[in-house]
C-alpha cells in the first residue's frame, strides 16, 4: 500500500518563501511521476507542479512558474517544492500525489483524474 506523507506547510507573509516535502514509501516508483495540487478553499483542485519520477522533467502552471521549483531526491523516494514569493492567492491545501505511471504530456500531469494515491495534504496560508 502506498503512503504519501506530506508536512513544511504553515502560515508565511506575502514575499515570503516555503519548502514542502512529499515521503513516499510502500513500493517502488521508479516508473510513476509526482504531483503537487491544490486546492482552495470551495473551489477545485488545480494542478501546481510535476515532476517525472526517474527523468526529472518538469512541470509547471503558468500562475506559479518562476516562483516555485519541484525537484526529487530518489534515493529517499520525496519530492520537494520550493515556493517563493508566496502570494495570498497561493493560500491552499496542498497535496502530492502519484500518477498512473503513464503520463508524459503537460495535459496529462494537469489532469487530477491521473493520479491514483494521494497524500492527506498540508495547509499553505499566505498573509496579505
Known amino acids: 500500500q502506498v503512503q504519501l506523507v506530506e508536512s513544511g506547510g504553515g502560515l508565511v507573509q506575502a514575499g515570503g518563501s516555503l519548502r514542502l516535502s512529499c515521503a513516499a514509501s510502500g513500493r517502488t516508483f521508479r516508473n510513476n511521476a509526482m504531483g503537487w495540487i491544490r486546492q482552495a478553499r470551495g473551489l477545485e483542485r488545480d494542478f501546481v507542479a510535476g515532476i517525472a519520477w526517474s527523468g526529472g522533467t518538469t512541470y509547471y502552471a503558468g500562475s506559479v512558474k518562476g516562483r516555485f521549483t519541484i525537484s526529487r531526491d530518489n534515493a529517499k523516494n520525496t519530492v520537494y517544492r520550493q515556493m517563493n514569493s508566496l502570494k495570498p492567492g497561493d493560500t491552499a491545501l496542498y497535496y502530492c500525489?502519484?500518477?498512473?505511471?503513464?503520463?508524459?504530456?503537460?495535459?496529462?500531469?494537469?489532469?487530477?483524474?491521473?493520479?491514483?494515491?494521494w497524500g492527506q495534504g498540508t495547509q499553505v496560508t499566505v498573509s496579505s
Open positions: 500525489a502519484l500518477d498512473t505511471g503513464y503520463c508524459s504530456t503537460y495535459g496529462c500531469y494537469e489532469s487530477p483524474s491521473s493520479y491514483t494515491d
